[in-house]
């Protein structure tokens, strides 16, 4: 799939992608969901507050940015290069919330970087290096990252786990 170049193409992507996600998980029962080691050790709900919270990181930058700050990116914990460990510790602070609390952060984040994505203008989103944390990519980069792709990749591991959750 080509690499979105309009804030139109950007929310298209992400919406249609978001669809797949979503109706591939309205196939699945809360026992699917919560089944833990079903992608390496997270459940498929860990899996969702993973795409959560990398919404919320992105959005944040892109605040920071706004208020002429520069974020420390991904985190003030992690660079580039440990993104395992990142990831690992998103893992662990959401893993107990429940379903439903997990559910509702999922889908309102979604509306939150959809609103965010349709309030930045389109020579923001496509300038490259226009925030300094930004460096030399664009800020559409970022935003395709954290979401259709990242939708893209959730759908294939959930595809993955729930294979062999049906081997069983």
């Not at 899996?47 to 919404?55: D, M, P």
């Not at 520069?70 to 003030?76: H, I, K, R, Y």
């Amino acid at each position: 799939m080509t690499k979105p170049t309009t804030k139109n193409q950007i929310l298209e992507t992400a919406q249609t992608e978001r669809a797949a996600l979503e109706e591939l998980l309205a196939t699945l029962t809360v026992e699917q969901i919560t089944q833990p080691n079903a992608i390496g050790e997270w459940a498929i709900k860990d899996v969702l507050s993973h795409l959560t919270e990398w919404e919320q990181m992105v959005i944040k930058w892109y605040e920071m940015g706004e208020k002429g700050l520069v974020p420390a990116v991904p985190s003030e914990e992690y660079n580039w290069a440990q993104l395992p460990q990142l990831n690992y510790s998103i893992y662990r602070k959401f893993r107990d919330k429940s379903l439903t609390d997990i559910q509702e952060s999922f889908k309102s984040s979604y509306e939150k970087i959809l609103k965010t994505i349709q309030a930045i203008p389109e020579k923001v989103l496509f300038t490259r290096g226009h925030y300094a944390w930004t460096r030399n990519n664009t800020l559409a980069a970022y935003f395709i990252s954290n979401t259709s792709s990242h939708y893209r990749w959730a759908r294939k591991e959930i595809r993955k786990a729930t294979r062999k959750m049906e081997e069983k």
